[in-house]
């Protein structure tokens, strides 16, 4: 488990969050009958949501929880293979034109950004 997981999982102990998720799946009733995998699947989808809302309202918190999902899918879905160069690649037109506006876009920040230090 990479670093910002682990802080992210040892901030959620710190704030009780663990706790509050088992207490809210212990005391809703299960519908009667309810499969127990469609049951932690609904008790998975109010904790998300409980989560993230959680993290709307701590800005702190919310920072933890953006570096560890980009940490997470830098170590799982982004990985090194999609960075190496393709040999014979070619983007198309739009792409380059994307690119350079993006380029652009990011030198005019970075410019504004600086001139902001100084102020």
């Known amino acids: ?3 910002s997981l682990k802080q992210f999982k040892e901030e959620m102990e710190k704030r009780g969050l663990f706790r509050k998720i088992t207490v809210a799946a212990n005391l ?3 519908p009667p009958g309810a499969d127990p995998d469609f049951l932690i699947a609904l008790h998975k989808m109010a904790a998300k949501e409980a989560v993230i809302m959680y993290a709307q309202k701590h800005d702190d918190f919310c ?20 960075f190496k160069p393709v040999e014979g690649f070619t983007p198309t037109d739009e792409e380059q034109a994307t690119f350079k506006k993006a380029e652009a876009t990011a030198k005019a920040m970075t410019g504004l950004l600086d001139i902001l230090k100084h102020i």
């Open 28 to 30: 809703i009733p299960p």
């Open 1 to 3: 488990m990479c670093d």
């Open 63 to 82: 920072e933890l929880m953006a570096e560890a999902a980009t940490d997470h899918l830098l170590e799982t879905i982004l990985t090194d293979e999609l």
